[in-house]
């Protein structure tokens, strides 16, 4: 049963190569439509390797949607178009609510076994009972002119197309990350080929291919490169950072005070909290490129070399820190002094309690010129921050 929620899909799309191989060759697509499938299988591929299950399973239906229309020759009227577009829609939406994951898994299995008992179910409805339902006027007249002319005429496939952008703007809200917001546009360009019909259509399925396209690329940076608590960049983007300074440049490193201490009283999720609330001050107030270093350390790189100006910024950040009543939302599981962990649900919640940070800065110059020499230069700083008291910034001579 493991074995099969990994390699149902490979195993579906080895079946789908060898028995339509033959019928691929003879084919003759046009360029266009073979770059729109291209982006929209690279997209695809790309979900699937980064589990994002998000992106996999829109670039899943833009490949099914060119399937349909160039390989299977189908030709749907306006109004059938544009009413399996808006089921795509929709469906996407409702996807783009759900968390990322791996499709090799039940979760994409199932989604696949929905989608394709959709489409049969559909299908079999407009062909068998209910054709008519989709020039079927949906809206109530309610009485009043403009209301009723305006939307006097709405049929299915508008009331599906309205619902799938409303529900993508639920999910930005809902998840407030980058691939929401580009689903969400992504729905606004199906809107456009909505609007404009099949003319557009091509176009519309490229875009959205490249969007998609750019939305994996995306979602692979911040993998590799955002820290993943925080949401700030990682010490690996930090190495990157690097190579792009000139000669001038500072280097702030800034650490939690007792932090450990913040850990074991309120609990590691509490930490985590006072890391994520650290680490939004230090990137918005820090003066400079902020990175999560390791643990409960961050640095700044602030360009050029105008040390007044950079001290004073991290002053105010450390000031705005220190200020900052924190809110207990998670219930921490605390550590006793003897390591026993003891729980404490229900307490915390509600209380506040403050962090403060201790901050070392150096600039490059005579004396330090790499950044690794201005780091440790800093570092030592960072050693006196904390030796003299902490919650204090120290600048290196
Ligand atoms: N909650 C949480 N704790 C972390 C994380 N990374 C490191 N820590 C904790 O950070 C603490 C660092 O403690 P220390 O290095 O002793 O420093 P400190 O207690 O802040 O003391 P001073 O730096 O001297 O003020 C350790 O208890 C780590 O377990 C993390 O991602 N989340």
Not at 63 to 78: F, I, M, N, T
Not at 183 to 203: D, E, K, S, T, W
Not at 225 to 246: C, K, M, N, Q, V
Not at 368 to 395: C, F, H, M
Request: hydrophobic share 50%.
């Amino acid at each position: 049963m493991t074995l099969l929620r990994h390699i149902w899909l490979p195993l579906l799309l080895v079946f789908l190569v060898v028995a339509q191989w033959q019928r691929w060759l003879a084919l003759q697509l046009p360029l266009n439509v073979l770059l729109a499938a291209g982006l929209a299988a690279i997209a695809f591929t790309l979900g699937i390797f980064f589990k994002a299950s998000r992106i996999a399973t829109a670039a899943l239906m833009t490949l099914l949607l060119l399937a349909g229309l160039h390989y299977l020759q189908w030709a749907p009227s306006e109004r059938e178009l544009r009413f399996w577009l808006s089921v795509g829609a929709l469906n996407v939406a409702l996807v783009s609510l759900t968390r990322d994951r791996s499709l090799l898994s039940f979760f994409g299995l199932i989604l696949a076994a929905l989608l394709a008992a959709q489409v049969a179910g559909i299908q079999f409805m407009l062909q068998e009972c209910c054709g008519d339902l989709l020039a079927t006027s949906w809206s109530p007249a309610v009485g009043l002119p403009l209301l009723d002319s305006l939307f006097g005429r709405l049929e299915l496939a508008d009331l599906l197309i309205i619902s799938a952008l409303a529900t993508a703007a639920v999910a930005v809200f809902w998840h407030r990350d980058q691939v929401s917001i580009g689903l969400f546009g992504a729905g606004i360009l199906v809107g456009v080929a909505y609007l404009g019909g099949p003319g557009m259509l091509l176009l519309v399925v490229s875009a959205i291919g490249l969007l998609l396209v750019l939305l994996a690329l995306r979602t692979a940076y911040d993998l590799a490169f955002r820290d993943e608590l925080t949401g700030i960049p990682s010490r690996r983007a930090y190495s990157r950072y690097l190579l792009t300074l000139g000669r001038n440049f500072s280097i702030a490193v800034v650490d939690i005070d007792h932090f450990k201490k913040l850990n074991d009283r309120h609990g590691h999720q509490v930490g985590d909290q006072a890391l994520r609330m650290v680490a939004a001050r230090i990137a918005r107030y820090g003066g400079g490129r902020a990175f999560r270093y390791g643990g409960e350390e961050f640095v700044i790189v602030i360009r050029g070399k105008d040390r007044e100006r950079a001290e004073k910024a991290l002053e105010r950040m450390r000031e705005k820190i220190a200020a900052y009543p924190m809110r207990i939302r998670a219930v921490g599981r605390p550590k006793d002094g003897g390591g026993k962990v003891r729980k404490q649900r229900g307490q915390g919640g509600g209380r506040k309690i403050r962090a403060t940070v201790s901050v070392g800065l150096a600039a490059s110059g005579p004396k330090a010129r790499t950044p690794d020499q201005v780091l440790e230069a800093a570092d030592k700083a960072l050693y006196r921050a904390k030796r003299g008291g902490r919650n204090r910034v120290i600048s290196a001579a």
